[in-house]
């Protein structure tokens, strides 16, 4: 088992940046695919991001394509998910969400362990 803790959230106008990181405690870092999941109040969790074991691919929906990107550092059990140029509408708890699979998924239901979440508040 592996337990996943977010940080980096917070309050930020349009435009601005964050960074989230999600720290592993546990298992090895390493065998798990991770994704960045999103939850916005009254729908559904949605993929985000997703990143290879080894870090040599990623994924990313189409609302967020080329304003973030995820990435990991396996010697630091650490995933992040760096967000650039945000938009009210990427307003949401973000969830960090490990796989202990060898291919990806952007399904939630792929994924065996979560985080607890960190909220993310775009204003315009």
């Known amino acids: 088992q592996v337990q996943l803790v977010e940080s980096g959230g917070g309050l930020v106008q349009a435009g601005d940046s964050l960074r989230l990181s999600c720290a592993a405690a546990g298992r090895t870092f390493s065998n798990y695919v991770m994704g960045w999941f999103r939850q916005a109040p009254g729908k559904e969790r949605e993929f985000v991001a997703a990143?290879?074991?080894?870090?040599?691919?990623?994924y990313y929906a189409d609302s967020v394509k080329g304003r973030f990107t995820i990435s990991r550092d396996n010697a630091k059990n650490t995933v992040f998910l760096l967000m650039n140029d945000l938009k009210v509408e990427d307003t949401a708890v973000y969830y960090c969400?490990?796989?202990?699979?060898?291919?990806?998924?952007?399904?939630?239901?792929?994924?065996?362990?979560w985080g607890q979440g960190t909220q993310v508040t775009v204003s315009s």
């Open positions: 990143i290879k074991r080894d870090g040599s691919d990623t």
């Open positions: 969400a490990g796989r202990q699979r060898l291919r990806v998924s952007i399904s939630r239901n792929d994924y065996d362990y």
